[in-house]
Structures are given as C-alpha cells and as structure tokens.
C-alpha cells in the first residue's frame, strides 16, 4: 500500500482513534494489546538514499513499536482504573493515553506518506484544497518546512483538514500531542477556565463539573454529535 485509502483517512482526520483501529487491524499483531504496529509498506531499504534503512528500521521497529506499546499498556491501566473506580492516577493515564496513542497514529500516518520516488506537487483535489487554504504550492511547502524547522523541542510538522470550514492548516505538534490525540473530533467539551466557572463557582472548580455531568449535560446532543462524525 503506497498510501491511505479514503476510509483510512476519513477516520484519521475525522473519526479519531477510528483511524489506528482501522491501521491496527491491518497491523501485524504482537500479542500484547488491542493496537499493533502496521508493517511498512516497502522494503526497510526503499527510501534510500534519502531516508537510510538503519534509521528507518530503528525508528519503525524500536520507536514506533514503543509507541504501541505504550498505549496498550495505558488502556490496560485505564480499564482497571474503571474496574476499580480509582481514578487516583488519571493525569498520569491522560497524559500517557495521548502521548503514545498520538506517537502511534502520527507514525502509522507518517510510514505511509512517503512512498520510493515520491516528492513532487500533489493534484487533484488535495492540490485545490493547498492553492484555496494556502495561496500556492510553494507557500504552502514554505510554511511547513518553516513550521516542522521551528518546532520547540522534539515534535512534528503536521498538515490537517479542519472540518469548520473545510480548510487545510499547517500546525506544529510539541511532542505528539500537547495534549490532544490526533485526529479525534471532540462531541462532548467542558470548559474548566476559570472564565467558564469563577463568578459562581470561585475556586471550586470540581463543583462545577459536577453541576455540568448532574444538571447540564445534554446526551441527546453528544450523541448526535456521535452519529455526525461517524458519518
Ligand atoms: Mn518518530
């Protein structure tokens, strides 16, 4: 497979974790959880001389692979976290479910966007969608090789769709995440600024959020919301 299919890519950009079960079940499995690292697509020496097959292998079998992982062993926690209602250690388990599960859909992204031979200018719609959201190609490639060169620390130049208003962004990722999981469609948000809760609720926050999933919480919504981005 030289590239995502358009289910693939739906459930990247729109559907969320969607997008790594449909990779994971094309994965070969190594027994240790429900997600799995996708095989390469080409030969570990098939991006030479650009990308060289030491660094492709240790990045796909060492890196990569730790990635998965590192999510399954964060969801065994957080399935025995709701076995035993002790959520003592939810930051913890937030912060690791989006880290390794934005590492592994970032490189299962990542693998199959470069084929041998690629390069070039895209067409179709993908090239519309750069020359609407970005002007040109070459402001576009301008601006993510300026935003992948910047990135503070370790992280990741991204280009994603934004469903708003159908428009291509460039983004930078600091680590993998900072602290969303890539490629999630939020369908329930509850604000916990200050600004959303200080005038009645001063420094009380957990009040708050506990008035929001007792009173306030509308399902119907959420789950229209569901049903939206499933599609
Ligand atoms: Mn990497």
């Known amino acids: 497979m030289d590239g995502l299919n358009r289910r693939d890519f739906v459930g990247l950009t729109g559907m969320g974790l969607l997008g790594a079960q449909l990779l994971g079940t094309a994965a070969t499995g190594q027994g240790e959880g429900p997600h799995a690292l996708p095989p390469l697509p080409y030969a570990v020496e098939a991006l030479e001389p650009h990308y060289d097959r030491e660094t492709v292998t240790l990045h796909h079998d060492k890196h990569h692979a730790g990635y998965v992982r590192g999510l399954n062993a964060a969801e065994a926690k957080l399935a025995d976290a709701l076995q035993s209602g002790d959520f003592s250690a939810a930051k913890e388990l ?90 999630v469609a939020p369908i329930l948000a509850l604000d916990v600024w200050e600004h959303a809760y200080y005038l009645k609720y001063q420094n009380r926050r957990a009040e708050w959020t506990q008035a929001f999933m007792d009173h306030l919480v509308n399902w119907e919504n959420v789950s229209a919301n569901l049903e939206a981005v499933r599609g």
């Open 94 to 183: 937030c912060k690791a479910l989006a880290f390794h599960g934005s590492g592994h859909l970032l490189h299962s992204l990542f693998w199959v966007n470069m084929r041998p031979g690629g390069g070039g200018e895209p067409t179709g719609s993908l090239a519309a969608g750069i020359a609407k959201s970005f002007g040109s190609f070459a402001g576009f490639k301008g601006l993510l090789l300026a935003a992948a060169n910047s990135v503070e620390g370790s992280g990741w130049g991204i280009l994603a769709h934004r469903s708003l208003d159908d428009r291509l962004v460039v983004l930078q990722a600091e680590k993998h995440e900072n602290l969303t999981q890539w490629g």
